[in-house]
Nanobody, 124 residues
Framework: QVQLVESGGGLVQAGGSLSLSCAASGRTFRDYRMGWFRQAPGKDREFVGAISRSGVTTYYADSVKGRFTISRDNAKNTVYLQMNSLKSEDTAVYYC?????????????????WGQGTQVTVSS
């Protein structure tokens, strides 16, 4: 399995921006579709977005579409989540995850490797 470590979380005011990174190690990074999820206190883990192995295709949850952008650098074994126009409801622990699936998926159980998470707090 691939090992994942997120970084870049923090406290930001509503309307601001934050960029998260997720560094991978252990297996061939480009073999994995990468996803971002988040989990707020008392809520289920929620799909945020994902990116294909090549980085050409991305897809997002409706709640973040137009505000968040996922990208990846296979040479650096890193996937990124750029978050703009942040809202208080974006407050959560954000996780990156890796999937060996070759099909579109937003289900957490289809992602077999997970990072430890990074806290994002948006103050209103």
């Amino acid at each position: 399995q691939v090992q994942l470590v997120e970084s870049g979380g923090g406290l930001v005011q509503a309307g601001g921006s934050l960029s998260l990174s997720c560094a991978a190690s252990g297996r061939t990074f480009r073999d994995y579709r990468m996803g971002w999820f988040r989990q707020a206190p008392g809520k289920d883990r929620e799909f945020v977005g994902a990116i294909s192995r090549s980085g050409v295709t991305t897809y997002y949850a409706d709640s973040v579409k137009g505000r968040f952008t996922i990208s990846r650098d296979n040479a650096k074994n890193t996937v990124y989540l750029q978050m703009n126009s942040l809202k208080s409801e974006d407050t959560a622990v954000y996780y990156c995850a890796a999937s060996s699936s070759f099909v579109y998926t937003t289900i957490p159980s289809n992602f077999k490797s997970w990072g430890q998470g990074t806290q994002v707090t948006v103050s209103s």
